[in-house]
């Protein structure tokens, strides 16, 4: 295997791609990145992450990364200087028309930890804000998947990272429609016809004990592994609202069968 240059601004994800050996001499720096052992922080972070940020994170210079990954076999550029943050996002336009009180918080980090599913929580609270309001989301991780659904919505969405522990995510209302989130297409049509037409052709994932946002994050990791002719047999414990829509950009199709209360099959294919 070629070694890997590495400066600054590479990001940690392409760093554990050459070499997962990596994950644990970054960990020993320091106890902040012990959240990288959790698979779904670890794709979620990493990917955005690079030395010179997660220098900054911890405290330390950036030559004590290096130290511990040139062992590895990795070749050390340290005449790239350090992009900056320069290019943070600007606040939008929306924030100079808006005041506190037309702002609705919702923190989900207590639902989540509970073990519990906010959805349908959050659901209730997109559809009380008004034309011109705000539902500012508040959470560990950016939540991806509800901001691709509520953009289709009409609701122009703002990400603020504020340290590695919160994420607030604003959605501002831009119009009067109202908004109607399907709470799932509940179609099994052809349901057992499709599971025989792909019983040798079938991989099956169990997302049912997984965390919030976990079960989407692993069903679309799996569909990115699935060659044309195979389905995905998911089996869940709700119909996975954010998901679906994700689906039908990704020209996929699906059937899902309610086999009784927290038990759900998706079966998901390209015809």
Do not use: C
């Not at 240059?5 to 994950?23: C, D």
């Not at 349901?191 to 040798?200: A, N, P, R, S, V």
Request: net charge neutral.
């Amino acid at each position: 295997m070629l070694a890997m240059t590495i400066n600054a601004n590479t990001k940690i994800a392409k760093i554990l791609k050459q070499n997962p050996a990596a994950l644990e001499a970054i960990i020993s720096i320091n106890p902040k990145f012990e959240k990288l052992r959790n698979p779904l922080l670890r794709k979620l972070m990493a990917a955005r992450t690079s030395i010179g940020m997660a220098s900054q994170i911890g405290g330390f210079n950036v030559e004590i990364f290096y130290k511990k990954l040139q062992p590895l076999g990795f070749e050390i550029d340290r005449e790239t200087v350090q992009k900056t943050n320069k290019d943070k996002p600007k606040l939008p336009a929306f924030f100079n028309s808006i005041t506190p009180d037309q702002i609705v918080s919702f923190d989900v980090r207590p639902i989540i930890n509970g073990g519990q599913d906010p959805l349908n929580l959050i659901i209730e609270k997109v559809k009380s804000i008004p034309a011109g309001g705000v539902l500012k989301i508040i959470n560990s991780f950016e939540p991806t998947p509800l901001i691709s659904l509520l953009n289709k919505q009409g609701f122009e969405s703002f990400v603020d990272n504020i340290d590695e522990e919160t994420v607030e995510t604003y959605f501002y209302k831009k119009n009067r429609e109202s908004v109607e989130i399907n709470q799932g297409e509940k179609n099994s049509q052809g349901w057992d016809e499709l599971l025989e037409k792909y019983k040798d052709r079938m991989v099956t994932v169990d997302v049912r004990n997984l965390e919030m946002p976990q079960p989407m994050m692993t069903i679309l990791g799996e569909l990115e592994k699935l060659s044309a002719n195979e389905a995905l047999l998911v089996y869940h414990k709700r119909i996975p609202v954010f998901l679906l829509p994700e689906l039908k950009e990704r020209e996929f199709d699906y059937r899902i069968k309610e086999i009784a209360p927290d038990q759900v099959r998706l079966l998901i294919f390209k015809d």
